[in-house]
């Protein structure tokens, strides 16, 4: 062989060992696990044990709130955990909820890492299902869990307080444990404490580095944190290696005891090898069934009642002598426990007190025929909320808060107002709301001076549809029918990321889907009222749709329903303008000409449209969207119909352009537009 083809080989020798080496290096990565659940709706590879299971809606559910049940979900498939005698790391992001029907429900849940998909000794029990009594802190049980642990238990298992987050090796004795609760700023000198029964969305990481071993836990609350915190809650140094085997399940587990609460987790994202694990999608979150509700009447009765006998109860406590009142304060304060509506939480009265700094007037935000709003930070979370206090003028005033409790209560959408809670006081009804930073789109539209900037047409837009989307939820998407009544644009609020949600619904009514709702007294605010109100006195889903058409033109034309000082009526107003060719016009001046000239026409055109006459002519909310979004064409005919004298054909409305001219035919009497 000449020394040329030696080389030759030896070159072909490192070639084939470098396409080996090359072809070994994906054999190697392919034992790394990856996967994302955002949601669980069909999950793929994922088994659930005990009373676990997977809800309709997409929403992994460990424990319902009976007592003395556990739930296990595990990823099928067993996962590489040590790899070179060393721990693989690992990184996992998910996002619970614990609902408790009381306050103090039990006892929490864990993301688990363990030797075999049946947790050996598990009992149902204060041990979150992961072992049980006999087997603690026994080497042989291959357990690593991260705990979120909502009850205290006797100060025996190296507790932080009875709202916590631990991690356990092999034992429900916590290596180490803290009080739940993240990190705002990054030096993290101060952390804001959370609540982990709080039944809202907390997103946790979890992130294990296999050389330094040094094992990270942050936790956030989605919806006020919905970026991870830069510092981890607990940042520990352990080596796993005594407790993984090769081959690991991960997962989830819990228990309930004699304390019970509903687990759920809502996504799930796990990953391998180093990387972190792939953010959660929290757009997609699905949600937390809500409790069924009885029929609204009998419910309304129901709580109307129940806080009347809360109301008599203390009448009759008070009458007991001043000494005894005082101590029996605390002792009703637990009774009335017991009367508390499920949902939202009922603030003892002395945490909104000292929030609001005692209701001064330096934190109030605003005030109307309902009573006052004021800003508060709740100390114990150190959320900022709004606290409406209604003048309560005799039945009314409980009426509407009743009827605000029970029905946005138990909703959630995100382009409606949460309530967090509500407090009952004597005279004083409370009522707590997420915080809107930038206020009402009215005083957006209205209040601002010279110098406030002017909304946009894309904020306006992105606001009409927020409020489309929740109108929809109140129609069509909750378990009854919800008539909100009062759509408009003072009860349109700006979350912080200018997002719109629809608040107060203190003159809200709630029907079965399919029922005819009953005649109630007619209410809501001259300019949104639809003309069948006054004949039929029946608040419908398409009485809304027409609140919703004036507040659409409303909000492109940047003038009132109803102008106060001219007494215009804006719906005629646009009309004349359409029929005269001129929608250009009615567009809001302040835009300066800046805004989608296609999107301005069909917002103009669909508040028309929801301003007709006869409600069945007008569009539902769901169309409404589609057409919005753009998933419905508009009628080919646009014909709209306004009163039985009032008939405009708009042509199509492609055809309906800035400067041609539209047929008019007033006193036309034609009917069958859509
Ligand atoms: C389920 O497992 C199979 C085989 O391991 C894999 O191909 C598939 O992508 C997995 N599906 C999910 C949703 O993780
Ligand atoms: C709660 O879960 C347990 C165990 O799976 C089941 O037997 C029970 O029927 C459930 N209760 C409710 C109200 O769903
Ligand atoms: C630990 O568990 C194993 C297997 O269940 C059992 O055989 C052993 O006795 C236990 N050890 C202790 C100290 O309880
Ligand atoms: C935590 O675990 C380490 C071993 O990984 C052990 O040395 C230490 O004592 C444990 N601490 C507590 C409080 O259990
Ligand atoms: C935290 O760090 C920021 C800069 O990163 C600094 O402005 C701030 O004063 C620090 N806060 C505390 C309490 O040290
Ligand atoms: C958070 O703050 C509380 C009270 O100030 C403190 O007890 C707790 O140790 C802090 N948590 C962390 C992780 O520093
Ligand atoms: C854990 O946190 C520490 C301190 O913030 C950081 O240096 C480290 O990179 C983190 N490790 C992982 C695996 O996230």
Redesign the pocket.
């Known amino acids: 062989m000449s020394p040329a083809s030696v080389t030759l080989l030896c070159h072909l020798a490192v070639l084939s060992l470098l396409a080996h080496v090359l072809l070994l290096l994906p054999a190697c990565s392919a034992a790394d696990v990856d996967?994302i659940y955002n949601g669980f709706r069909n999950a793929?590879?994922l088994s659930t044990e005990d009373a676990a299971s997977v809800l309709r809606g997409g929403v992994l559910q460990l424990t319902n709130d009976t007592n003395k049940i556990m739930g296990h979900a595990f990823y099928d498939?067993a996962v590489q955990m040590v790899r070179d005698s060393a721990v693989v790391s690992f990184s996992t992001a998910f996002v619970f909820e614990i609902v408790s029907v009381s306050s103090g429900g039990g006892h929490g849940m864990a993301f688990v890492v363990a030797a075999s998909k049946t947790l050996p000794g598990a009992s149902v029990d204060q041990y979150l299902g992961l072992m049980g009594k006999d087997n603690m802190g026994n080497l042989s049980n291959h357990v690593f869990a991260v705990e979120f642990d909502t009850v205290q238990a006797n100060g025996l298992l190296n507790e932080a307080n009875g709202n916590h987050v631990g991690v356990d090796l092999n034992s429900l004795v916590s290596n180490v444990s803290e009080p739940a609760a993240y990190f705002a700023d990054d030096n993290g000198s101060s952390n804001v404490s959370v609540q982990l029964e709080s039944a809202q969305p907390i997103q946790t990481w979890v992130d294990y580095d296999g050389v330094t071993k040094i094992l990270n836990v942050t936790i956030a609350p989605v919806n006020s944190v919905p970026a991870r915190p830069r510092r981890a809650l607990i940042s520990h140094a352990v080596d796993l290696i005594p407790i993984f085997k090769q081959e690991m399940y991960v997962g989830f587990s819990s228990s309930t005891g004699k304390l019970a609460s509903s687990h759920y987790v809502l996504a799930w994202s796990f990953r391998t090898g180093g990387a972190a694990a792939e953010p959660i999608d929290l757009s997609r979150l699905p949600k937390v069934p809500k409790k069924p509700a009885p029929p609204p009447s009998v419910s309304v009765v129901i709580k109307i009642v129940a806080l009347s006998c809360a109301v008599t109860v203390t009448a009759i406590v008070a009458a007991i002598g001043s000494a005894i009142w005082l101590r029996r304060r605390a002792a009703l304060a637990e009774t009335l426990e017991e009367w508390e509506l499920d949902n939202p939480h009922r603030f003892p009265y002395k945490e909104l007190h000292m929030a609001t700094k005692g209701f001064k007037d330096s934190e109030l935000l605003g005030a109307g025929g309902f009573g006052q709003v004021y800003r508060g930070v709740l100390r114990r979370t150190g959320d900022v909320v709004a606290v409406k206090r209604i003048s309560s003028n005799g039945r009314q005033g409980m009426r509407e808060f009743v009827a605000e409790v029970a029905s946005l209560g138990r909703m959630r959408h995100r382009n409606l107002v949460e309530l967090r809670g509500w407090c009952k006081r004597g005279q004083d009804l409370l009522l707590v709301y997420e915080f809107m930073p930038h206020g009402s789109l009215d005083a957006l539209l209205f209040g601002g001076g010279a110098q406030s900037p002017v909304l946009t047409w894309e904020q306006r837009s992105r606001i009409l549809r927020g409020v489309a989307s929740g109108l929809v939820y109140l129609h069509e998407e909750w378990e009854q029918v919800v008539v909100h009544r009062d759509v408009k644009a003072s009860n349109v609020l700006l979350a912080a990321d200018m997002g719109a949600r629809l608040g107060d619904f203190g003159l809200a009514r709630l029907y079965e889907h399919g029922a005819d709702p009953a005649t109630t007294r007619v209410v809501g605010t001259l300019g949104y009222m639809a003309p069948e109100l006054a004949v039929t006195g029946k608040a419908t889903t398409a009485t809304d749709v027409f609140a919703y058409g004036a507040l659409l033109l409303e909000a492109a034309c940047g003038r009132r329903p109803i102008d106060p000082v001219t007494g215009v009526n804006l719906m005629r107003w646009v009309r004349d303008h359409g029929v005269r060719g001129d929608l250009v016009h009615a567009v809001d001046g302040r835009l300066d000409g800046c805004y989608d000239k296609v999107e301005a026409r069909l917002v103009l055109w669909l508040g028309l449209s929801c301003s007709q006459a006869r409600p069945e002519a007008r569009p539902s909310m769901r169309q409404v969207c589609q057409y919005l979004d753009g998933e419905e064409a508009v009628p080919e005919e646009a014909v709209l119909v306004f009163s039985d004298v009032d008939t405009v054909d708009f042509g199509s409305l492609t055809s309906l352009t800035w400067s041609s001219c539209a047929t008019m035919s007033v006193g036309s009497q034609r009917h069958g537009g859509r």
Do not use: E
Request: glycine share 0%; hydrophobic share 50%; net charge neutral.
């Open positions: 996967f793929a590879n498939s």
